[in-house]
């Protein structure tokens, strides 16, 4: 892949004329993805001011580029070391960086995966919604993509798990999280860097901190393309056509949330003898995103449990993950959460 190709791909699936009168975050974590998003997004934004210029007189874009850094303060130097290429890269591109530190004061945060994860998203959107950015970019890639339903799948997660990394998601009322890079491989990005001359840092705590993920990564993904060489784009395609099945699912999932739901004292749901269980689970999971109950501790066993109850075939009271106990009564199934109040149901 080339750099014109490179720059195709991304604006093909984000098309420029989007998001240059805007402003974006990008997550850049010194890595080769984010600085090839970065890189490829100010070039982008280049060409398009170019390409106005000469066609009318246009007054000055009122967009912007950020880069936006999370320093984990976990891996000493070599955090450092993360921030200060991405500082360098933003001064060269001309644009502004925000970078924030993690407190690392002793016992105050978890360092596992998702909490890390957790902080570096609030991070992007606080930054974004500070500075009036409509969007929040990351660079996630068609190999991240194939990585993440392999462990969905062996983690037995539903079709939402398996419909892969979405290319765009809301995050809040303003600001869009978007991925431009999912068709892009990990390899065609670094020879695109090399090509330029950009460097980038090997993100080491890859390596280490989420196991499973890089076993997928480094030790399975390998074996099975000896056997099926097209498995990566095979498994993209599968994954495009599970995301038209799930939205088709939201859909309806919306429309029963509405006629059967309602808010009380807890939240009521009616029992439905007829519905399939696919709408009644993405129902409730829509309904745990509007309440911020904890999606990531409920696997597919609980679910389906929920799914019996609500349709009659169990009335057991019992819990959930997070505190979140079910009653079961003739007509209704009450939901409430001993941590939380009850939210509205917007999403
Ligand atoms: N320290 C950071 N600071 C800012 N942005 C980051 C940082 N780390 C990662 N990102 C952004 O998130 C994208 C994905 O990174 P990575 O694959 O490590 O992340 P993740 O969000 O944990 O996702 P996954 O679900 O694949 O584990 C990067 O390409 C980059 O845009």
């Not at 997550?27 to 490829?40: E, I, K, M, W």
């Not at 500082?87 to 001309?94: D, F, H, N, T, V």
């Amino acid at each position: 892949m080339n750099i014109d190709q490179f720059l195709s791909e991304i604006a093909t699936a984000w098309p420029v004329s989007r998001w240059t009168a805007v402003g974006v975050v990008v997550g850049c974590s010194g890595g080769a993805d984010s600085v090839a998003l970065l890189r490829g997004l100010c070039e982008l934004r280049k060409q398009e001011l170019e390409r106005l210029e000469r066609v009318e007189s246009v007054p000055p874009s009122p967009g912007f580029i950020v880069a936006a850094h999370y320093n984990h303060a976990l891996r000493g130097r070599d955090a450092d070391a993360d921030e200060a290429l991405v500082r360098e890269l933003a001064e060269r591109l001309g644009i502004e960086c925000v970078v924030e530190t993690r407190s690392t004061q002793k016992g105050e945060l978890s360092s596992d995966e998702e909490s890390l994860r957790n902080e570096r998203l609030a991070f992007l959107k606080r930054h974004a919604e500070r500075l009036g950015a409509r969007y929040v970019a990351v660079g996630h890639t068609a190999n991240d993509n194939v990585e993440t339903v392999l462990h969905h799948l062996f983690r037995g997660s539903g079709p939402a798990g398996l419909a892969g990394i979405a290319p765009h998601r809301s995050l809040g009322k303003d600001v869009v999280l978007i991925r431009p890079m999912l068709s892009i491989q990990r390899s065609d990005l670094r020879g695109v860097l090399e090509s330029i001359g950009q460097s980038w840092r090997e993100d080491l705590s890859n390596r280490c901190t989420d196991y499973r993920r890089n076993w997928i990564r480094h030790k399975l993904l390998p074996r099975i393309l000896e056997a099926f060489p097209n498995a990566e784009s095979a498994m993209a395609r599968a994954t495009e056509s599970q995301r038209d099945w799930r939205d088709l699912v939201h859909q309806f999932a919306a429309d029963w949330l509405d006629e059967n739901v309602r808010l009380d004292h807890a939240i009521e749901v009616k029992v439905d003898r007829t519905t399939r269980s696919a709408i009644v689970i993405a129902a409730m999971q829509r309904l745990w995103k509007t309440q911020n109950w904890p999606l990531r501790d409920m696997t597919m066993l609980h679910w389906k449990r929920l799914y019996r109850t609500i349709s009659g075939q169990s009335d057991k009271r019992y819990q959930l993950p997070g505190r979140i106990e079910v009653v079961c009564s003739l007509e209704y199934v009450s939901l409430r959460s001993k941590l939380h109040p009850i939210l509205p149901l917007d999403v």
